[in-house]
């Protein structure tokens, strides 16, 4: 029975599929990134994709729908149910994550935000172990919010992860049309394929997620000539 | 693909369509000559608490044959797709979850089974479910005057005396799944075995074009990725 052989991580960005080893490089200690297992004394990749490589790490991106917590993400949430101090939040990926009831700044048990089935939260994720439930908390490891908040308003699109990790980018080519189309909008783009966004008026938040939507299969200067289109044909 | 085969072996054309289901995680269409299947696929998603496995995941595969109600026999190919899933998807990675599979086969015209076997593994891919390697479905008859032929159509089936479908993954080409009906002697069975795999391999050549194609199509990979310099340049980057 012939073993493939394995080569090494290339260089540039280049295509791999599920059974493509590598070698481990001799001269480096790389991480094994998502998309890539270590097994056999030999890096194999487990999702096809573009495999790609820096000093310290090596992954595989490709652009999946569904979400996997990963902790210290930012993900934006729905509730869906409260059990005793805890809230049950929706963030699309197979298990129903939990979130205390006080995991806000300055939260105590007396003085706490009360929120219902429906309230959106934008939160990181504080424990991803695949076994359990993950859970969320609304403030940093300081008890900070830093940006971690409920999400009043506004409108939720659910897009694929990959758009949602070009969007986080900082000064992402994606967002500059937007500033440059609207005076004033909130955008809170969470890693498992939410984004929650909230403008002055209707028009412009539909806008906005038609805009949003089409950067998925559009380049960018056709989803910017179609927002044009659809802001005029909005009024 | 038909040129790197050898001459006594003959398969159909075979096309693949990727990602064309909306809802789903993950999807893929198959077809080789007249037989077609499409897969659909969701994962890891959540499970009800009697069905879920604290060790691994769920797969729950559900086929739908092209025409009239469920059948046993879609019971069998289940169990069939459900064996090569719970060798090659790695299940540990995501415990207390499901993986849900719904095959359709859209017509049937003989090798359904590989047909089945050859979308289940693109879809999977497509739906970024991990996965130890590849797999591929490759299927033979034993014509009448002992001849073996590949890729059968449904009337070849038909004239058949023995019928082998093996499965063979990538990472070092062996055969993870065999099912044979019929009468054939072991040399036979042997040689089938044996050439299957080019065949196999052919079909993880395929495998890789068609995620070429569709990780070129993604807007968000054009810069990065070089541009195919063949004999024919198929998607050129802008």
């Known amino acids: 029975m012939a073993e493939t052989e394995t080569k090494e991580i290339p260089d540039k960005p280049s295509i791999v599929v599920c059974g493509d080893t590598f070698n481990i490089p001799a001269n480096k200690d790389l991480t094994v990134g998502p998309g890539l297992v270590f097994r056999n004394n030999a890096i194999t990749c487990t999702k096809p994709g573009v495999i790609k490589s820096n000093d310290k790490s090596v992954w595989i991106d490709r652009n999946n729908r569904r979400y996997v917590p990963v902790l210290e993400e930012r993900v934006v949430g729905i509730i869906i149910g409260r059990v005793m101090d805890e809230y049950r939040i929706d963030i699309g990926g197979a298990h129903v994550a939990m979130m205390s009831s006080i995991a806000f700044e300055g939260a105590t048990q007396r003085n706490k935000p009360e929120l219902k089935p429906g309230n959106v939260v934008f939160a990181r994720v504080i424990a991803a172990n695949k076994d359990v439930e993950p859970e969320l908390a609304c403030v940093n490891k300081k008890g900070k919010a830093n940006g971690l908040q409920v999400l009043e308003g506004g409108h939720i699109i659910q897009c694929s992860l990959g758009l949602c990790r070009k969007l986080r980018q900082h000064k992402s080519p994606l967002t500059q049309p937007l500033l440059n189309h609207f005076k004033s909008f909130e955008l809170c783009v969470g890693m498992n394929g939410r984004i929650w966004v909230r403008s002055d008026t209707n028009k412009h938040t539909v806008a906005i997620s038609i805009y949003l939507k089409q950067c998925e299969h559009l380049s960018v200067s056709d989803a910017v000539m179609s927002l044009r289109h659809t802001v005029k044909a909005l009024g | ?238």
């Not at chain 2, 044959?65 to 169990?79: H, I, N, V």
């Not at chain 2, 849900?100 to 086969?105: C, E, G, L, N, R």
């Not at chain 2, 063979?168 to 044996?194: D, F, P, R, W």
């Open chain 2, 1 to 238: 693909m038909l040129a790197t085969l050898e001459n006594s072996i003959r398969v159909r054309p075979i096309s693949s369509e990727l990602s064309i289901l909306g809802n789903c995680d993950g999807s893929a269409r198959v077809k080789q000559g007249n037989s077609s299947v499409l897969v659909g696929i969701w994962g890891p998603i959540e499970v009800k608490q009697s069905k879920e496995d604290p060790e691994k995941c769920v797969i729950e595969t559900t086929v739908k044959a092209a025409t009239g109600q469920g059948s046993p026999l879609d019971k069998m190919y289940e169990e069939a797709l459900n064996q090569t899933c719970e060798q090659i998807v790695i299940t540990s990675a995501h415990p207390r979850t499901c993986i849900q599979v719904i095959v359709q086969i859209e017509s049937e015209d003989g090798a359904i089974v590989a047909v089945m076997k050859n979308a289940l593994c693109l879809a999977l891919m497509d739906a970024g479910i991990p996965m130890r390697s590849m797999f591929a479905g490759v299927s033979c008859v034993q014509q009448e005057n002992g001849e073996l032929l590949w890729d059968p159509t449904a009337d070849e089936e038909e004239e058949s005396t023995a019928k082998y479908t093996f499965v063979y993954e990538n990472s070092k080409n062996n055969a993870i799944y065999v099912h044979c009906t019929g009468e054939s002697t072991i040399e036979q069975y042997m040689l089938a075995l044996q050439k299957s795999r080019q065949v196999a391999m052919e079909v993880f050549g395929f495998y890789r074009e068609s995620f070429e194609k569709l990780l070129r199509k993604d807007v968000k990979f054009q810069m990065l990725l070089p541009p195919i310099i063949k004999g024919e340049i198929i998607d050129e980057p802008e």
